[in-house]
């Protein structure tokens, strides 16, 4: 069990930072272990941060995120891999990309073989990043393909840039969204979240684009995830 929360902005703006604070304390309910982000700058670059122990132990380091675009974060439960081991902890790359995952990839060493990866940790959520950045079509589709492939059920929250993209999979595992007027907060857990909170759809990939001050929904309801 992990937990994962991200934010993607509607009109430019940066996230809430006490807000996101706040769903990250939360969200470390689903794993104490490590803690990490990536974000989108205000300057077009991606960053990343990750480090072990609790939210709570360097929680003001979300302030780096103050003017991002986007951010996405996890709090880990450690099951491949260990923590002390930086390399571990998420966010993985995905391409030219990064993720964050919660859920177990029980079949993990099969797909090392079957697609012949390189792997570089011990952590399992690792092989997705590199299905991703394997498979080709749409984001949303590559998305659905890697949750189809792996066994066990999944959620992700995934950032690209030029432009702004941020992949969102569920399949089966919790996640929930809630809408601000600067932007879109994502959680494993409701609480925090702003606005009318629901959950994001079961079975399904999507990519929300920030592009031209826009914010939009690529495609009609995403690529839906069907082994």
Known sequence: MCGIFGFITR?????????????????????????GLAWLTRDNRLATFKRPGAVTDCVNNLDRCRDALAVI???????HGRPQDNRNNHPHRAGRG?????GVVFNHRELVRRYGLTTHTECDSEVLGLLIARFGGSLSRRGALTARAATGQQAL?????????LLVVRDGKPLHVGEARHGCYFGSLPAGLPGHVRPVGDDHASVLRFERGRL???????APVQR
């Open 157 to 165: 929250l995934g950032i690209w840039r030029n432009p702004l993209r």
């Open 73 to 79: 974060g996890h709090c880990r439960f450690a099951t």
């Open 11 to 35: 009109h430019g703006e940066g996230p809430d930072m006490d807000r996101l604070k706040a769903i990250a304390v939360v969200t470390q309910q689903r794993g104490p272990h490590a803690f």
């Open 98 to 102: 990064w993720l964050v995952h919660n």
């Open 216 to 222: 939009r929904i690529d495609g009609q309801g995403g």
